[in-house]
T-cell receptor
Framework: AQTVTQSQPEMSVQEAETVTLSCTYD???????LFWYKQPPSRQMILVIR??????QNATENRFSVNFQKAAKSFSLKISDSQLGDAAMYFCAYRSRNRDDKIIFGKGTRLHILP | DVKVTQSSRYLVKRTGEKVFLECVQDMDHENMFWYRQDPGLGLRLIYFSYDVKMKEKGDIPEGYSVSREKKERFSLILESASTNQTSMYLCASTVDSYSNQPQHFGDGTRLSIL
């Protein structure tokens, strides 16, 4: 069975600095999707960034980028120029490409932004 | 934009009550999901559905059931609520099982069982 591990329950970063959130996963599959979701306090969970496993190029969305290391089964999220609005719980997630659409979530990393 | 609407943001019920949590999506998505979210445990899948009248157990289905009579609506039912079911409940949907599209989430229902 697939698993997703986020080893950092909480992190803090100074405003305007860069922070990296770690995520590792375990799977025997070769084709899958990886996601980072953001859940601000008392607000809806939204997608931050996604990565298809067959793509070697790391996904980027504005200040958010990933470091996808398929062989190492690592999928870290880098947030550049951190802003107060980035404070949230971040979840790493794995989804197989087969018929089963279940997503496996990590336990989350709570990110604090220090002014 | 996809809209996933959960009927209540906050709900307080008593032990032993039958509780209904409703979720509606407006984008004709095939797949719908119910999770519970607890501190330190992340999101755990309760049930999911690929189509109308179809349901599949997730990782923690005990004490819950679901109903999907219409494509846009997926209901979570607590047959006899217990205090250990106090939690945040999240509903989500995806267009189908094959695309790279992410799950879209509702705002969540914070349920307290007294």
């Amino acid at each position: 069975a697939q698993t997703v591990t986020q080893s950092q329950p909480e992190m803090s970063v100074q405003e305007a600095e860069t922070v990296t959130l770690s995520c590792t996963y375990d799977t025997s599959e070769s084709d899958y999707y990886l996601f980072w979701y953001k859940q601000p306090p008392s607000r809806q969970m939204i997608l931050v960034i996604r990565q298809e496993a067959y793509k070697q190029q790391n996904a980027t969305e504005n200040r958010f980028s990933v470091n996808f290391q398929k062989a190492a089964k690592s999928f870290s999220l880098k947030i550049s120029d951190s802003q107060l609005g980035d404070a949230a719980m971040y979840f790493c997630a794995y989804r197989s490409r087969n018929r089963d659409d279940k997503i496996i979530f990590g336990k989350g990393t709570r990110l604090h932004i220090l002014p | 934009d996809v809209k996933v609407t959960q009927s209540s943001r906050y709900l307080v019920k008593r032990t032993g009550e039958k509780v209904f949590l409703e979720c509606v999506q407006d984008m004709d998505h095939e797949n719908m999901f119910w999770y519970r979210q607890d501190p330190g445990l992340g999101l755990r899948l309760i049930y999911f559905s690929y189509d109308v009248k179809m349901k599949e157990k997730g990782d923690i289905p005990e004490g819950y059931s679901v109903s999907r009579e219409k494509k846009e609506r997926f209901s979570l039912i607590l047959e006899s609520a217990s205090t250990n079911q106090t939690s945040m409940y999240l509903c989500a949907s995806t267009v189908d099982s094959y695309s790279n599209q992410p799950q879209h989430f509702g705002d969540g229902t914070r349920l307290s069982i007294l």
